[in-house]
């Protein structure tokens, strides 16, 4: 049976989602949620999804949101991208956990401020805020990856699939790859993996496709 990823290609959250999806080997699909027209706040999603949110994954009779728990079924139909041992896989849930409220949770709204709100719209001083932030973010990230291939043991995991939720966007929103090496060396190498797709290849729907 094939796994649905309800997603679209703007989204970074669904992205956390797909990409593992996509590096799995399960046999999925993505099924577009038309989120700038409404698609969400639909009856016949808000069955799937009560929230209101993607992703949503639907696998037979069992549906499943939120990046991280959608991660971590991948993992457990794959038995990949968890981590090797306990320690591992406690670390890489520590590490999605601060991806959702240190990174993803600031990236997200900030990208949507700087590139989806009509320009008049765009609050100046909350994305100025949120950017200060972000730094902070990338400044973690970038030094826990200053000596490591990887964020956790010695392959890719949901850790690092969720902290690159949002950083393959070209849309700005304060991240310049450039400036943070081992951020950008650590990227180039989960776009060296086997499968690697972009998220606007990975699922459908860009801002190219609403121009």
């Excluded at 490591?148 to 700005?172: H, I, K, M, Q």
């Excluded at 990227?187 to 993996?193: C, D, K, P, V």
């Amino acid at each position: 049976m094939t796994i649905k990823l309800y997603c679209f290609g703007e989204s970074g959250n669904a992205y956390k989602a797909a990409l593992p999806l996509e590096l799995s080997g399960l046999n999925w699909e993505a099924v577009y949620v038309d989120f700038f027209n409404g698609g969400s706040r639909t009856e016949e999603f808000q069955e799937i999804n009560v929230m209101g949110e993607v992703p949503a994954l639907v696998d037979g009779d069992l549906t499943l949101t939120q990046s991280g728990a959608i991660q971590a079924y991948i993992s457990e139909k794959s038995d990949k991208f968890a981590g090797e041992t306990p320690d591992e896989r406690r670390e890489v849930l520590r590490w999605v956990l601060w991806d959702n409220h240190k990174l993803s949770s600031q990236a997200g709204m900030t990208r949507f401020l700087m590139n989806f709100l009509p320009e008049d719209k765009r609050p100046q001083e909350v994305i100025a805020f949120s950017q200060g932030r972000l730094k902070n973010a990338y400044k973690t990230l970038n030094t826990a990856l200053e000596d490591r291939d990887w964020l956790v043991g010695n392959g890719p995991t949901n850790a690092d699939f969720s902290c690159c939720g949002y950083l393959f966007y070209p849309e700005p929103f304060g991240f310049d790859r450039s400036a943070w090496p081992h951020i950008d060396a650590w990227l180039s190498r989960i776009e060296a993996l086997p499968g690697y797709k972009h998220p606007y290849d990975l699922m459908p729907g860009s801002p190219a496709d609403r121009a």
